[in-house]
């Protein structure tokens, strides 16, 4: 077997995918758009980095020093311009408990083991896989996360500073109530509707950075009391410095951070994978799944090594960037860029930003993102399909959206399996070229989930003692099938009868080789290769 080295890798890449300034170059417009764009992320970041930082239990700047540091190099090498990457909480979620257990050195440690994997993952091509993810499961994975993305909002409707640390990342709090509640929706409506009036009026400003900048001035102007993003915490802080983390190079280390790593890996490049579909489609680009794999893996090998907590891709800040405008990496690097200086000496500006208009801006993601053409096919569509995607819906806000897209590919894939199992049948005449011999030509794919059945059409002690088996219309998949042949000839061969086998593929001739029978060599025989790899014994199928 030929083996994939990163060199054979690295001639496959499409380089054109490495390119951040469009082939005419920019105009001073687009410019402004990406930049702005970028600006716009920027801005939605904080809170969110902040948020997930809570959950994981770790400082806010280990978040944030995530957002920037995942998020410019995936802009800057990605399978996907337009797409952001930064900490997010299906992370978070896992790490909180290596966290509570182990330290955040241990963390560190685990987030450099994922990003290896991830490499290993885009080197070995795994990326192609998430082609096997049927559109059902989709259609459920974008529900659950606009679910899950408006379920993270509400927590910035508790009043500042209530909120406790439960042992399992921040929680608790107690609830906005009274005008302070009122001004709060009232503000965060206001976000909603310039962002939604803004495109009619003018496209030269993207409209969430036009919401969330007017609002901010009306409140700072007015002095208005409402949560601001320094109540989550202070952003200040300084350039992130390499950090070796302070772990024991032990076999006992590797057992405790691997499991978590192999998880993160998988939910990481799942979101991440997904969300370069999502994005994809919207801007019509193809390709780049194993490079972002990739591009991930090196992201959070580096932030491991400069105390982050580790990321992936972002759908509600990608969803951001892309409709305000942002279509090359320019607008990634910016983001990230902005996010640094926010850090670095914005800090006292950007904490007076009211929480409602960035919750706004989310909301209209939330909006934006939720398939809501699915709630009217579901009447429409099979029966599985329709389940699929509630499920993946449902365990996605429930579980996390790793598991989500596992159990509806794994639903997806037996409910397939079930319906082939039963296209099967067979059509039975009397031979035109063999006197007195009976034919059944079989009709559907002959695999693992139709053997049996494909031995139910047969009767064997009331048939002739000569019949034929005519798969033309069939197609013998893997070995179950083989080893349903060969039982199949067993029988007529104990009852006395021969059994003919016609228009089986080559492979099928040198695989069946059982004593005693005939096989008709076609010249109209299949070609096709079966979908497994064999080694031949004497009388018997063995596999290696």
Same mark, same amino acid.
């Given at each position: 077997?030929?083996?994939t080295?990163?060199?054979d890798?690295?001639?496959?890449?499409?380089?054109?995918?490495l390119?951040?300034m469009?082939?005419?170059g920019?105009?001073?417009?687009?410019?402004?758009?990406?930049?702005?764009?970028?600006?716009?992320?920027?801005?939605?970041?904080?809170p969110?980095?902040v948020?997930?930082?809570? %959950?994981?239990?770790?400082?806010?700047?280990?978040?944030?020093?995530a957002?920037f540091?995942?998020?410019?190099?995936?802009?800057?090498?990605?399978?996907?311009p337009?797409?952001?990457?930064?900490?997010?909480g299906?992370?978070?979620?896992?790490?909180?408990?290596?966290?509570?257990?182990?330290?955040?050195?241990?963390?560190?440690?685990?987030?450099?083991?994922m990003g290896?994997?991830?490499?290993?993952?885009?080197? $070995?091509?795994?990326?192609k896989?998430i082609?096997?993810?049927?559109?059902?499961?989709?259609l459920?994975f974008?529900?659950?996360?606009a679910?899950?993305?408006?379920?993270?909002?509400?927590?910035?409707?508790?009043?500042?500073?209530?909120?406790v640390?439960?042992?399992?990342?921040?929680?608790?709090g107690?609830w906005?109530s009274?005008?302070?509640?009122?001004?709060?929706?009232?503000?965060?409506?206001? *976000? $909603?509707?310039?962002?939604?009036?803004?495109?009619r009026?003018?496209?030269?400003?993207p409209?969430?950075?036009?919401?969330i900048?007017?609002?901010?001035?009306?409140?700072?102007?007015?002095?208005?009391?409402?949560?601001?993003?320094?109540?989550?915490?202070?952003?200040?802080?300084?350039?992130?410095?390499?950090?070796?983390?302070?772990?024991p190079?032990?076999?006992?280390?590797?057992?405790?951070?691997?499991p978590?790593a192999?998880i993160?890996?998988?939910?990481?490049?799942?979101?991440?994978?997904?969300?370069?579909?999502?994005?994809?489609?919207? *801007?019509?680009?193809?390709?780049?799944a194993?490079?972002?794999?990739?591009?991930?893996g090196v992201?959070?090998?580096?932030?491991?090594?400069?105390?982050?907590?580790?990321?992936?891709?972002? #759908?509600?800040?990608?969803?951001?960037?892309?409709?305000?405008?942002?279509?090359?990496? %320019?607008a990634? #690097?910016?983001?990230? %860029?902005?996010?640094?200086?926010?850090?670095?000496?914005?800090s006292?500006?950007?904490?007076?930003?009211?929480?409602?208009?960035?919750?706004?801006?989310?909301?209209?993601?939330?909006?934006?993102?939720?398939?809501?053409?699915?709630?009217?096919?579901?009447?429409?569509?099979?029966?599985?399909?329709?389940?699929?995607?509630?499920?993946?819906t449902?365990? *996605?806000?429930?579980?996390?959206?790793a598991?989500?897209?596992?159990?509806?590919?794994?639903?997806?894939?037996?409910?397939?399996?079930?319906?082939?199992?039963?296209?099967?049948?067979?059509?039975?005449?009397?031979?035109?070229?063999?006197?007195?011999?009976?034919?059944?030509?079989i009709?559907?794919?002959?695999?693992?989930?139709?053997?049996?059945?494909?031995?139910?059409?047969?009767?064997?002690?009331?048939?002739?003692?000569?019949?034929?088996?005519?798969?033309?219309?069939?197609?013998?998949?893997?070995?179950?099938?083989?080893q349903? #042949?060969?039982?199949?000839?067993?029988?007529?061969?104990?009852?006395?009868?021969?059994?003919?086998?016609?228009?089986?593929s080559?492979?099928?001739?040198?695989?069946?080789?059982?004593?005693?029978?005939?096989?008709i060599?076609s010249?109209d025989?299949?070609?096709?290769?079966?979908?497994?790899?064999?080694?031949?014994?004497?009388?018997?199928l063995?596999?290696?």
């Amino acid at each position: 077997m030929a083996r994939t080295t990163f060199r054979d890798f690295t001639k496959n890449l499409d380089v054109t995918d490495l390119r951040w300034m469009p082939e005419d170059g920019f105009s001073p417009a687009r410019l402004r758009i990406e930049l702005l764009s970028g600006l716009t992320v920027a801005l939605a970041l904080v809170p969110e980095a902040v948020a997930f930082a809570f %959950v994981a239990g770790v400082h806010p700047l280990v978040g944030l020093y995530a957002a920037f540091l995942v998020g410019l190099i995936t802009a800057l090498i990605g399978g996907r311009p337009g797409m952001i990457s930064g900490a997010t909480g299906a992370l978070a979620v896992v790490m909180v408990a290596l966290v509570a257990q182990h330290g955040v050195e241990y963390l560190f440690a685990t987030v450099v083991l994922m990003g290896l994997l991830q490499v290993f993952a885009g080197v $070995m091509q795994w990326g192609k896989f998430i082609r096997l993810v049927p559109h059902p499961v989709m259609l459920g994975f974008v529900n659950g996360l606009a679910i899950v993305i408006f379920l993270a909002q509400l927590s910035q409707f508790k009043v500042p500073g209530t909120m406790v640390d439960t042992g399992h990342g921040m929680g608790g709090g107690e609830w906005l109530s009274g005008q302070p509640l009122f001004l709060m929706l009232t503000l965060v409506a206001a *976000t $909603m509707a310039i962002i939604w009036v803004m495109p009619r009026i003018t496209r030269t400003i993207p409209a969430p950075l036009a919401g969330i900048g007017i609002v901010a001035a009306v409140v700072i102007g007015f002095g208005l009391e409402v949560p601001r993003v320094g109540d989550l915490a202070s952003i200040q802080g300084g350039l992130p410095s390499l950090h070796i983390p302070m772990v024991p190079l032990t076999w006992e280390t590797l057992e405790i951070i691997l499991p978590y790593a192999v998880i993160l890996a998988a939910i990481g490049l799942i979101e991440s994978l997904l969300t370069l579909n999502l994005v994809g489609d919207m *801007t019509n680009q193809r390709g780049g799944a194993s490079q972002e794999c990739i591009a991930q893996g090196v992201a959070n090998t580096v932030t491991g090594f400069f105390g982050g907590m580790g990321g992936c891709a972002m #759908i509600g800040q990608s969803m951001i960037n892309v409709k305000s405008g942002g279509r090359t990496r %320019v607008a990634g #690097i910016a983001a990230a %860029v902005f996010l640094l200086l926010f850090i670095l000496v914005g800090s006292p500006i950007i904490e007076l930003i009211p929480l409602a208009a960035l919750v706004g801006v989310m909301f209209m993601v939330v909006i934006g993102t939720f398939a809501w053409n699915s709630l009217t096919i579901l009447r429409k569509v099979p029966l599985t399909d329709a389940f699929v995607i509630l499920l993946v819906t449902v365990v *996605t806000v429930y579980e996390d959206l790793a598991v989500a897209v596992v159990v509806g590919v794994i639903v997806s894939a037996l409910a397939y399996a079930w319906n082939n199992a039963r296209r099967i049948y067979a059509t039975t005449r009397e031979s035109q070229t063999e006197k007195g011999a009976k034919v059944y030509e079989i009709n559907g794919p002959l695999f693992f989930g139709s053997s049996d059945g494909f031995m139910e059409l047969f009767d064997v002690a009331g048939d002739p003692d000569k019949v034929i088996v005519d798969f033309a219309e069939s197609r013998v998949v893997d070995q179950s099938a083989l080893q349903a #042949i060969e039982a199949l000839a067993a029988k007529y061969e104990e009852a006395g009868k021969t059994v003919m086998l016609r228009h089986l593929s080559r492979d099928c001739h040198r695989l069946l080789q059982k004593a005693g029978q005939l096989m008709i060599d076609s010249d109209d025989d299949p070609d096709y290769a079966l979908a497994v790899d064999y080694s031949v014994r004497t009388g018997s199928l063995g596999g290696h």
